[in-house]
């Protein structure tokens, strides 16, 4: 069996992914060259859009992540054709077979019968001289079983009765059946329509096992179960809480079970051509087809979790990225003076002052709050700092008295007049602790106490998320759910995606950025970073991007990558502070020239660029959309893509669930979304869930198209909840607000009967009843997890409720 081809092999993937992606082969095939040329994602996406036809960095990111699986596929599928090929029994047509299968599971349904594998009974029964009479028996079924069986007994192979010739028999087509891949393909498909994915609570677990009880009488076909309700039910199964299983029906419907049964038998029956036509060997055949198939069922049950673990870890992978971006782009409140407030009772709240470049300025702890009760006392040390240091902004994390804290910054706002214009906001704090006792934080603050470098952490992502939040373990941040439940290396390579991509899409200035953010620039590593950190320490800030090239070990190519995305602003070279790369500083300095400007007077609006033809300056190494890209930054070199900063205002009076009344509208700040809804925090020390059906008077399938993680919103309250600490809210203003009976009921939820059922059932919501086969009412979907955040522990199970699932 000669190799296929390389070149090809490689034609072969460009053309799948090409289909794929909705593009052409050529974008893909120039694309897949750079990438394994070492060049990044976000440098492709910027500066080579005319070689990939404008690929944008989404597109790149899910062509990288298919052209990893598709080479694993081929990689398998090399290994296959050689395994098969070594036991001699490769066909031209097991070979066509084997190239045609386009998905692992496929690969590995063709492959199954050559697996190196234990002794069968099947291959003892071979041994035995068993198969012409499982062969006979299959094409004559007239004949008489224990007849037939009769010849070939044979004590040698203990097979000393004709039962045990028809028990060798059977072994044989039964194996055969499940090891055809075309049958076990199609009923693979089958049973993810039309199985149930069933849960039940184990005997002695449902006291201590109560964060699931809404899976302890559960069923749903495979193909509706939403990506969180999946990690649900596993997480329950690992935990000791859940008997999990996929099966053809439900056996407490015994009839339904048993039609569900029958209708995969008589596949499997049809597929070896046997029927029950009351001839002597039909009962023998049709229970051998019985048996093939709860053989395949074992299998398939198996591909099937992982199918649906793949998919749903697939999609909490997707959320928490697209979490992700959203904090890391949130609106900087930039080079302000920042008070940063980590709240703390019995401990204090630990203080930093940070200048407008996010230097340390002042550090201080206080004890307003109980057992020490030093409320004057603290308020006039917060009033000195932030008359001393001109501070503009009070960030106050959001942990354990956050709410206590909030209300010493208002009375310091008072305290200090209207005139200073002081304004407070309150930062999640997620990661704060562990960047606070990292050797990162040791290194950028060794005078400080690690207690102290928390409230340094929370000004600072305040004056600029991005910047600080890098710091950071992505996963510690807190915006994912189920983190714990997918695969580690996966989510890893996905978050750090994002940060790479965000990084890249802001810029980072040269001379102030730290070794944490440098390392996210394309073509930097952490070594780099920590070797251009070292020049600047050395030698003074850079003074243009050429002297890049004097950093040890920083060499041609990660020039070349890293060089657009690095700022500097008043060097000796003005178009160093844009983002226009340096290969292309020829083309802007004509375009400059054409408008009889410079880039320091285009900066300041001295000279519109938007009359120039961009077409006049194309030639044979810049196309037009790399023209057009340049005039538009050099009208404004730098731009943030980040929103504009603004804050939520939250209402007075309004500080813990139970002064929440139902119609109550709010403002407040998205935390988190989910596939589900998203969480709000309105001020009350707990987050409240917008579910998906109450976004929007138009159905909604994805909340990120609404809603971010971050942006100010209103919100009316729906139903609050103190002693199990659930909040409901909708983003539609107008809803009318359920009460008494209708609420109990669920109906109404939104404030229009029905919404929540109706829109939670369509496909892609999120939402909607489970597929219950037994008639009996379906129990809530819990999605409360320890250790993945609060907001999710309290919040989940009304959304489930909301969609129908609950009481």
């Not at 597109?59 to 050689?82: F, K, S, T």
């Not at 178009?575 to 408008?595: M, N, T, W």
Request: with cysteine.
């Amino acid at each position: 069996m000669p190799p296929e081809d390389p070149a090809a092999l490689s034609a072969r993937i460009y053309a799948q992914l090409a289909r794929e992606l909705g593009v052409n082969t050529w974008q893909v095939k120039a694309a897949v060259e750079m990438l394994d040329g070492g060049a990044t994602v976000p440098f492709i996406a910027r500066y080579r859009k005319e070689a990939t036809g404008t690929l944008d960095d989404a597109q790149l990111r899910d062509l990288e992540e298919r052209l990893r699986y598709l080479r694993e596929l081929e990689d398998r599928r090399r290994a296959v054709l050689e395994a098969i090929a070594g036991q001699g029994k490769l066909t031209e047509e097991l070979e066509a077979a084997v190239n045609a299968a386009d998905t692992k599971a496929r690969l590995e349904d063709i492959y199954l019968p050559y697996k190196s594998k234990r002794r069968t009974k099947a291959q003892i029964a071979f041994e035995a001289g068993l198969e012409p009479l499982a062969v006979g028996l299959l094409a004559d079924p007239s004949q008489d079983p224990l007849a037939a069986a009769a010849p070939f007994l044979n004590p040698e192979h203990a097979i000393n009765e004709p039962a045990d010739a028809l028990a060798g028999a059977r072994a044989i087509l039964v194996e055969q059946v499940s090891q055809d891949a075309d049958l076990v393909s199609e009923l693979r498909e089958r049973l993810w329509k039309q199985g149930l994915v069933r849960a039940e609570v184990r005997e002695g677990q449902a006291e201590t096992g109560q964060k699931f009880a809404d899976y302890f009488d559960f069923a749903q076909d495979p193909a509706g179960l939403p990506s969180h309700r999946v990690l649900a039910l596993l997480r329950g199964e690992k935990e000791g809480v859940l008997n999990l299983d996929i099966s053809e029906g439900n056996p407490a419907d015994a009839e339904d079970y048993a039609q569900a049964r029958g209708r995969f038998e008589n596949a499997v029956a049809s597929r070896m051509g046997v029927a029950d036509h009351g001839r002597p060997a039909d009962r023998w055949l049709m229970q051998t087809a019985q048996l093939g198939w709860r053989r395949i069922l074992v299998k398939l049950a198996i591909d099937l979790r992982v199918r649906l673990f793949t998919a749903a870890e697939d999609e909490a992978v997707r959320v928490f990225a697209a979490n992700l971006r959203d904090v890391l782009l949130a609106a900087p409140a930039g080079n302000r003076s920042t008070l940063g407030l980590d709240p703390g009772l019995r401990t204090g709240v630990k203080v930093a002052v940070v200048d407008g470049t996010g230097k340390v300025v002042a550090t201080d702890t206080i004890y307003p709050h109980a057992p020490a009760k030093k409320w004057d006392e603290s308020l006039a040390s917060l009033a000195r700092l932030a008359d001393k240091h001109a501070v503009e902004l009070v960030a106050i994390g959001n942990g354990t008295a956050s709410r206590e804290t909030d209300k010493l910054a208002t009375e310091l706002i008072k305290l200090m007049g209207p005139t200073r214009k002081l304004q407070k906001l309150v930062v999640s704090e997620a990661g704060a602790s562990v960047y606070s006792a990292s050797a990162l934080a040791s290194a950028e603050l060794p005078e400080l106490d690690v207690s102290l470098r928390g409230a340094v952490s929370i000004a600072r992502r305040l004056q600029d998320p991005l910047a600080e939040l890098v710091k950071i373990d992505p996963k510690s941040i807190g915006v994912g759910q189920y983190q714990h439940d997918v695969t580690a290396t996966k989510l890893e390579r996905s978050l750090n995606a994002v940060v790479e991509d965000c990084v890249n899409a802001v810029g980072v200035d040269l001379n102030t950025a730290s070794p944490s953010l440098l390392s996210r620039v394309a073509g930097l590593g952490s070594q780099l970073s920590e070797n251009i950190v070292a020049y600047r320490n050395a030698n003074g800030p850079f003074a243009k991007r050429a002297e890049l090239k004097k950093v040890p070990r920083l060499g041609e190519k990660a020039f070349e990558q890293c060089a657009g995305f690095l700022r500097i602003t008043g060097g000796t070279e003005p178009l160093d502070a844009s983002s226009v790369h340096p290969e292309a500083y020829g083309i802007a300095r004509k375009v400059l020239a054409a408008a009889g400007t410079t880039a320091t007077e285009a900066a300041r609006g001295g000279q519109s660029l938007a009359v120039l033809d961009p077409q006049q300056f194309v030639d044979e190494s810049f196309g037009l959309p790399t023209v057009v890209d340049i005039i538009s930054e050099l009208e404004k070199p730098g731009r943030d893509p980040r929103p504009h900063f603004t804050t939520a205002t939250f209402t007075d009076g309004v500080e813990k669930i139970s002064d929440l009344t139902p119609g109550m509208v709010l403002e407040g700040t998205v935390t988190n979304v989910a596939a589900f809804g998203a969480f709000v925090d309105v001020g009350v020390h707990q987050d409240g869930l917008v579910h998906i059906s109450a976004m929007s008077d138009k159905f909604v399938s994805n909340p990120h198209d609404v809603v971010k993680s971050g942006q100010v919103v209103k919100v009316k309250v729906l139903e609050a909840d103190p002693e199990r600490k659930r909040i409901s809210l909708t983003l539609r203003l107008d809803d009318e607000v359920p009460t008494g009976e209708a609420r109990r009921q669920g109906v109404g939820q939104t404030g229009r009967p029905g919404d929540a059922r109706k829109e939670g059932s369509r496909p892609g919501s999120g939402g909607g009843k489970p597929g219950r086969r037994d008639g009996k009412k379906p129990g809530r979907n819990d999605d409360r997890q320890a250790g993945d955040g609060a907001s999710a522990n309290t919040a989940m199970a009304e959304a489930l409720r909301r969609a129908g699932l609950g009481k």
